[in-house]
Every structure is written in structure tokens, then in C-alpha cells.
């Protein structure tokens, strides 16, 4: 079965960085677009950062993480990055990874969207 593993969340200062990683596992073919979204308590889900299997990256429409959210991907290594500077306490949340991967069951393929556990990410003031 596919799998999405998380980590690099954690307890930082605000203004501190951290560096989310997401590694992907199992019989998988291709993994297509990758994401990352998060969850603050009592609201809902939100994006954060897509990024294409070529590199095209996209991040949510809001000026909360431009410029200090970056996305990146390592295909050799299956594995997407969110590297997060300057932290605010609003960016508290845990936040998850999302792709859409090709994989195999059996002889055949399919596509299917996945998500990781959640990892969480907590910014002191």
C-alpha cells in the first residue's frame, strides 16, 4: 500500500525556521502533483503549497506564507520539502502532506489521492 511519511515538525520561537519533509512508499509507479496543507485547531483544512512532478510550484492565495514558505521536491528520493522561515504563532497547525500517486495493485495501475499522518508545528511568541 502507499504510504506518506512526515516529518521535521516541531516546537520553534517565532521567527525560527523549520523544514518539513514528506517521503512516499510502496509499489508506486509515479507520483504526480504534491502538496502541503494544514490544520489549526477548530478550522478547517487549508493549502499551503502544490508542486508539480516538473517543479511548478503554487502556494495558497493568501499573502500568510509568500515569501516565507518554500516547496520543494527530490524525485530520486521520493520525497517533498516544506522549508518554513520567519514563523509566526499563527502558522501553529499541523500540517499535512498530500499527493496524487500512480501505483500498482497487483498487475494493474491506478491513480489515488494520499495523505500523510500530520505532523504538527507549533510557533511560540
Known amino acids: 500500500q502507499v504510504q506518506l511519511v512526515e516529518s521535521g515538525g516541531g516546537l520553534v520561537q517565532a521567527g525560527g525556521s523549520l523544514r518539513l519533509s514528506c517521503v512516499t512508499s510502496?509499489?508506486?509507479?509515479?507520483?504526480?502533483?504534491m502538496g502541503w496543507y494544514r490544520q489549526a485547531p477548530g478550522m478547517q483544512r487549508e493549502l499551503v503549497a502544490t508542486i508539480t512532478s516538473g517543479g511548478s510550484t503554487n502556494y495558497a492565495d493568501s499573502d500568510s506564507v509568500k515569501g516565507r514558505f518554500t516547496i520543494s521536491r527530490d524525485n530520486a528520493v521520493n520525497t517533498v520539502y516544506l522549508q518554513m522561515n520567519s514563523l509566526k504563532p499563527e502558522d501553529t497547525a499541523v500540517y499535512y502532506c498530500?499527493?496524487?500517486?500512480?501505483?500498482?495493485?497487483?498487475?494493474?495501475?491506478?491513480?489515488?489521492?494520499?495523505w500523510g499522518q500530520g505532523t504538527q508545528v507549533t510557533v511560540s511568541s
Open positions: 498530500n499527493a496524487d500517486i500512480t501505483y500498482y495493485r497487483g498487475y494493474s495501475r491506478y491513480t489515488g489521492n494520499f
Open positions: 510502496g509499489r508506486i509507479f509515479r507520483t504526480n502533483a
